[in-house]
């Protein structure tokens, strides 16, 4: 099992930034790629970002791409996104993810074997 942790959310007027984190534990050995995913009220659950965890190799959704930056820090098994430029279309819960391998559906939420909680994110115009 792997258990993750968000935080850094809460709220942030138009053009401003926000950096969340997830601090995973358990048998983080196991994790293959680490995911940010976002759920607006009444709207499915979105993918925002994810990093291969190995080699490093990032990809976006076109909605963020220029303004989010996901990383990691092995050493501490914690994955960041920095979001810059927000928007009030940026408002949602985020959700941190973890999958067990590759997959073809990489982007698609049903495809992660490990949640968060979500920490919210509020971006006010």
């Known amino acids: 099992q792997v258990q993750l942790v968000e935080s850094g959310g809460g709220l942030v007027q138009a053009g401003g930034s926000l950096r969340l984190s997830c601090a995973a534990s358990?048998?983080?050995?196991?994790?293959?790629?680490m995911g940010w995913f976002r759920q607006a009220p009444g709207k499915e659950r979105d993918f925002v970002a994810l990093?291969?965890?190995?080699?490093?190799?990032?990809d976006y959704a076109d909605s963020v791409k220029g303004r989010f930056t996901i990383s990691r820090d092995n050493a501490k098994n914690t994955v960041y996104l920095q979001m810059n430029s927000l928007k009030a279309e940026d408002t949602a819960v985020y959700y941190c993810?973890?999958?067990?391998?590759?997959?073809?559906?990489?982007?698609?939420?049903?495809?992660?074997?490990?949640w968060g909680q979500g920490t919210q994110v509020t971006v006010s115009s």
């Open positions: 993810a973890a999958v067990r391998g590759w997959t073809s559906g990489i982007r698609t939420p049903s495809e992660y074997d490990y």
């Open positions: 358990g048998r983080t050995f196991t994790v293959y790629a």
């Open positions: 990093i291969r965890w190995s080699a490093g190799i990032t």
